[in-house]
């Protein structure tokens, strides 16, 4: 058995909603110089917000998103000078991916306050809008009602198999309410201003992307995923997750699943409350695996297939998806994949060269350069010019051939490649 010491762990920074009057009380005096930079970045006291409110301002987005940022950041400190074990992976939820961030190396603590004071200030400009909790029920008919009777409204946070976010139009939300309710289901109103992480959230996040390009990243030294399709943070894709991130949902089912799948064992919430805490474990109860007692079926550590296969590409499984013709094994396809862990290609054949490109850079923009990926490497009898230029285009990307491993026959080759540079 693991000892404690040994045992993988995810530290998890919560977001919006985990605010409340008092919060880090016992914190502020043991961090002075970072409270004092805080409060010269954002124009008034953090402190004095957090503790008194006495203008009610700490349930507002404008002030709530950076001081939920300045509190989840004292909380990470005093985690770090407890002497706590090293931590494997990060996760952070909307407002939290930014101390996730921080905690990884990837932005210092200022770059991250300034921006995440733009980002509420962007966030508080969104009116008319509002956002549902809908408790229980079934996903596939929650799905199946708001696409079919109300597709104005958008999915905001998938958070747990019970719980889930909408965004819309407050009409909207309180009309689809009685027949969420009449299918077994619970709502709640929540207390904002906007529809976030929704389609309503784009003109915020078309202002938010001009703002981030001033600034760099680095790449993270511990594995951080995005709300946005679970993809791991680079140096190179931080700019476009955070973006994109504002007008997408949260995926945070999937991300804890994705991290429970990779070996994490214990989750450590960094911030006030307990509100992720609550979700992992639900998260952690339905995703036991059914045990099937009228089979001897494997042990889930047993793997079939390759090993070395395995320990060259450094993947989960012995199993290759994808190259199906003209991208319908897609970039996005590729991007899932690889940030889970398995071997798939690009699917080439019918696309031009300029396509190609496009997909490659979106794929090495979105996963690690560790990770690897591969395409569809098509012989064209008719056009050998076309061959060559298609290898050129790998080479220029810098999608040099890992190891050479090739899977060939009469019409195909398909290529194993790295976004890293490797001879071959």
Request: aromatic content about 10%.
């Amino acid at each position: 058995m693991l000892t404690d010491n040994e045992k993988k762990t995810c530290l998890v920074f919560p977001g919006q909603g985990s605010q409340f009057k008092g919060m880090g009380k016992e914190l502020f005096q043991k961090y002075p110089e970072l409270i004092e930079l805080s409060d010269s970045i954002l124009n008034y006291s953090v402190e004095a917000l957090c503790l008194n409110d006495s203008g009610g301002n700490l349930s507002y987005t404008k002030y709530t998103q950076p001081a939920l940022y300045v509190v989840n950041m004292m909380y990470y400190l005093d985690y770090i000078k407890s002497g706590a074990n090293r931590t494997s992976y990060l996760l952070g939820h909307s407002l939290g991916e930014y101390n996730a961030l921080v905690a990884a190396g990837v932005m210092d603590f200022k770059t991250g306050l300034e921006i995440v004071k733009r980002r509420a200030e962007l966030f508080a400009e969104i009116k008319d809008g509002g956002m549902m909790a809908v408790m229980g029920g079934n996903q596939n008919q929650l799905e199946e009602i708001i696409k079919t009777k109300f597709p104005q409204i958008d999915f905001a946070n998938y958070n747990s198999d019970e719980q889930t976010i909408l965004s819309g139009n407050q009409d909207q939300l309180k009309q689809a309410e009685p027949l969420l309710t009449s299918a077994g289901m619970k709502t709640i109103l929540l207390n904002v201003s906007g529809a976030f992480h929704s389609r309503y959230m784009e003109p915020a996040r078309d202002k938010f992307k001009s703002f981030i390009l001033n600034y760099s990243f680095n790449d993270p030294a511990i594995p951080v995923y995005s709300n946005y399709n679970c993809i791991e943070y680079t140096n190179h894709n931080t700019a476009d997750l955070l973006t994109k991130q504002i007008s997408n949902p949260v995926s945070w089912k999937q991300q804890v699943k994705m991290v429970l799948s990779k070996g994490a064992e214990q989750f450590k919430e960094v911030g006030p409350g307990s509100v992720l805490t609550r979700l992992i474990q639900k998260i952690k109860e339905t995703d036991q695996p059914k045990t099937n007692t009228s089979h001897n079926l494997p042990s889930s550590r047993f793997k079939i297939g390759s090993e070395s296969f395995r320990n060259r590409y450094k993947i989960q499984e012995a199993y290759v998806a994808g190259a199906m013709y003209r991208g319908i094994s897609s970039s996005k396809l590729v991007i899932k994949m690889a940030n889970s862990d398995l071997l798939s290609f690009l699917g080439c054949g019918g696309m031009s060269l300029e396509q190609i490109k496009s997909s490659i850079e979106e794929i090495q923009s979105n996963i690690s350069p560790k990770k690897p990926f591969g395409i569809n490497f098509l012989h064209n009898p008719t056009n050998p010019q076309w061959e060559l230029d298609l290898a050129q285009l790998c080479i220029s990307k810098k999608n040099k051939c890992h190891r050479s491993l090739s899977i060939c026959n009469s019409f195909t080759c398909t290529g194993i490649f790295q976004a890293k540079r490797c001879k071959i």
